[in-house]
């Protein structure tokens, strides 16, 4: 569990093998609800995710289009109507960039969506706080369902806690 992805430096990812990022696109990199220009903080983060030699894949169900319109000028690879939370979508990327589970970490906002498709998928996952409060009409129903499974998954596991590095 992380504030938020970009405050990772991708130093941290390389020390653990990580070669790839697969991170949802609305809430987790951008906010869902901007139509604006992408923000400097992103572009600079995925320039040096690249320098590092991972690459940033954009596992999203929004369309292709709506994806690439919401990152342009930004470089990466898109995975559009993935299905999420079904794994199906990033093992077949995993199989045909000869990928293990152990390469690839998958980043999201939502625990039923993102999280729960990396789970099933293998691979390992980190949960993000939404970039901003609102959520779309269909996100809000996930919402519902999530806030018993945090507080679940806080008395089962109270070591967990929000962090702003990947092993603190």
Known sequence: MINQIMQIEPQEFAA???????????????????KQRLDQNLIDW???LQQQGIALVIVSNNNEQRVLLALQGLKVQVVA??????????????RQHDLTAQE??????????????????????ILVKPLVATDSKKTRINRFFERPLMYLNHLLYPQLKWR?????
Do not use: C
């Not at 653990?16 to 901007?34: H, M, R, Y």
């Not at 109507?81 to 995993?94: T, V």
């Open 16 to 34: 653990q093998g990580i070669k790839v990022i697969l991170s949802d696109l609305d809430n987790t990199l951008v906010p869902w609800n901007k």
């Open 46 to 48: 995925a320039q040096k």
């Open 81 to 94: 109507r993935a299905l999420k939370p079904l794994p199906f979508s990033i093992k077949k990327y995993l």
């Open 104 to 125: 690839v970490v998958m980043v999201g906002d939502q625990l039923l969506t993102d999280v729960l498709a990396g789970n099933m998928a293998g691979v390992r996952t």
């Open 164 to 168: 702003k590095h990947l092993y603190e």
